[in-house]
């Protein structure tokens, strides 16, 4: 039977997550109900029917569904989702700290610093440059973050007086890092500026999600997480279109740990491709990165199954393999011979895994979990940078062989 993928369907179809009784993942009843949820997972993308353009005609959109966006952050990924969200006819502002920037979206529809080709949708506003308004943030039913790990507690704390503790909007995450300096995911993040009441129906967006892939309406599609299952559907209804599907679940700690994982693996993906290692030597590293990624999620509290979901697997995937990734990049230049510094100055966009990386070995001493690879990523970006500045190449090398005498295949997945 031939399935034209429209809007109606894709909306009868992609919320039927049947939620999680248990509140967390401690029996195995509760993954079987996961392992049930993710049993829809394989629709076929091949029936898909793209509207013309990638765009979908304004008709179809659901207006009744229509909402107040606010996405602070107009970097890629800020302005990809606010480009996503205005064309599905939402009300969608967008904050940026570049008074260029916000000049030059009003006017000429366009962000003179990231996707520079792209003509955004004329509904979408900037705002800016200074910090928004208690007037405007209250009148917003969504408020979205695309801004790096590092600068949510300050946006966070600067935010929390402007909220109407009696009609709080629905707050969306979707970046990928661990705070350096406490080793915090984003949820402790939240709960520490805003309290526990907003961290519990924050919502975390993560998977394999290129911002110049969305822009250009690529099939794509994600994991959508929280504690609150009301929170995680609204999110899901808000961004869903035929060609960006959601899948919710109620994992965020997981969810997070998986997308700031990621990117450390996707460094010494690239790491080794700029060696010179090839195919092989990435698969390894995908399935022994996805390995230590899982023990690390288990030991913090997380579901398993959530690194076998779009924000795991899936985006590990898709970051170790594409120079698209500015982790992977980061990988690969350093694989080059570059200098970690020259190459931070020049990548014009955040590479969240050399943070995380920090981040990322205070919580495996602290978990005392086994993680060579990551650890491996972590002496070739700061211990032995900081004892040999001048020569990251020797570094990598050293990398090189740790590659060749990995143990990993000796040890139990
Ligand atoms: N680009 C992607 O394809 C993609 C996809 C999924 C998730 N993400 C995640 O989204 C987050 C943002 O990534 P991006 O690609 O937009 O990065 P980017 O470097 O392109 O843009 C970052 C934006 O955040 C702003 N910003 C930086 N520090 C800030 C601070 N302290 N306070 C307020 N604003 C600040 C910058 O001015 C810029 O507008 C990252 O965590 C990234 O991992 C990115
Ligand atoms: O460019 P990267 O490495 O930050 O990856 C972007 C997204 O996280 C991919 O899903």
């Known amino acids: 039977m031939k399935f034209a ?5 894709f909306s009868s179809r992609a919320h039927v997550n049947s939620p999680l009784v248990a509140s967390c993942f401690q ?3 509760s993954y079987c109900r996961s392992l049930h949820r993710y049993s829809f997972i394989s629709r076929p993308y091949s029936r898909l029917v ?12 659901d207006l009744e569904g229509k909402s107040k966006v606010l996405v602070f952050g107009a970097g890629n990924f800020g302005s990809c989702l606010a480009d996503h969200l205005a064309d599905s006819l939402h009300e969608v502002y967008v904050w940026s700290r570049s008074e260029n920037i916000v ?3 009003n006017s000429q529809h366009r962000n003179p610093e990231f996707l520079t080709d792209h003509v955004f949708p004329d509904g979408l506003k900037a705002v800016g440059p200074e910090f ?3 007037a405007l943030i209250q009148e917003m039913d969504v408020l979205l973050f695309a801004i790096p790990t590092e600068g949510v507690r300050s946006t966070l704390t600067e935010l929390r007086p402007k909220l109407n503790d009696d009609d709080l909007p629905l707050m969306i995450f979707v970046n990928k890092g661990v705070e350096l300096g406490t080793g915090a995911l984003t949820l ?5 500026t805003c309290g526990p009441k907003i961290a519990k129906a924050s919502t975390f967006i993560s998977g394999p999600s290129f911002a110049k892939e969305i822009i250009r309406r690529q099939p794509t599609s994600v994991s959508v997480s929280s504690l609150s299952d009301d929170a995680a559907q609204r999110a899901c209804k808000l961004f869903h279109q035929p060609w960006f599907r959601c899948y919710t679940g109620d994992d965020p700690v997981g969810v997070e740990l998986a997308g700031a994982l990621k990117n450390v693996y996707a460094i010494a993906s690239g790491i080794a491709n700029g060696l010179g290692f090839e195919n092989n030597t990435r698969a390894m590293l995908i399935t022994r990165g996805l390995a230590e990624m899982t023990r690390i999620g288990t030991a913090y ?7 076998l979901s779009l924000a795991g697997v899936g985006d590990l995937f898709l970051t170790c393999s594409s120079p698209t990734s500015r982790n992977y990049t980061v990988g690969y230049r350093l694989g080059k011979g570059e200098k970690l510094n020259y190459i931070l100055e020049t990548l014009g966009s955040v590479a969240e895994g050399v943070t995380t990386t920090k981040g990322l070995k205070e919580l495996i001493d602290e978990l005392g979990v086994t993680a060579p690879l990551a650890i491996a990523v972590y002496d070739v970006l700061y211990e032995e940078t900081s004892r040999n500045a001048q020569k990251s190449c020797c570094l990598c090398r050293r990398f090189a062989s740790w590659i060749c005498r990995y143990k990993g295949s000796q040890r139990r997945d």
């Open 5 to 9: 993928w429209s809007p109606a369907a």
């Open 27 to 29: 029996t195995r009843i």
């Open 50 to 61: 793209l509207p013309n353009k990638f765009r979908m005609p304004h008709s179809q959109v």
């Open 103 to 105: 000049k030059i979206l």
């Open 132 to 134: 928004p308004s208690a």
């Open 188 to 192: 402790d993040i939240i709960a520490d």
């Open 301 to 307: 509290g997380a579901s398993p199954l959530t690194f």
